[in-house]
Nanobody, 127 residues
């Protein structure tokens, strides 16, 4: 059974940093591109960042470029999202997701490509 478990969320002040983790089990992480998405209150779920299966390719939403960094450790079956200079508009539930790419270095931003999703972790940034 595939499980993706996010952790590291919390309540922080504007300008602070957080590091989210996504621990994967039941799959071979090196066969998957991994993405982070977020859903703010009353809004749809949006793309945040993606990393290809080997880590060669990354992509970010314009709103987080230069502040967030996605990384992965396939040996530990874990993906990370380092979030710096957090702003109130970053407040959301953050989800990690896995896209089976096998040997491709695809890094897709579209939610429909993703096969598995975690339950999410709340990030709240107050002024």
């Amino acid at each position: 059974q595939v499980r993706l478990v996010e952790s590291g969320g919390g309540l922080v002040q504007t300008g602070a940093s957080l590091r989210l983790s996504c621990a994967a089990s039941g799959l071979t992480l090196s066969r998957y591109a991994m993405g982070w998405f977020r859903q703010a209150p009353g809004k749809g779920r949006d793309f945040v960042a993606v990393i290809s299966r080997s880590g060669q390719i990354t992509d970010y939403a314009n709103s987080v470029k230069g502040r967030f960094a996605i990384s992965r450790d396939n040996a530990k079956n874990t993906v990370y999202l380092q979030m710096n200079s957090l702003q109130p508009e970053d407040t959301a539930v953050y989800y990690c997701a896995a896209d089976l790419t096998v040997s491709s270095e695809r890094a897709t931003t579209g939610q429909g490509s993703y096969d598995f999703w975690g339950q999410g972790t709340q990030v709240t940034v107050f002024p």
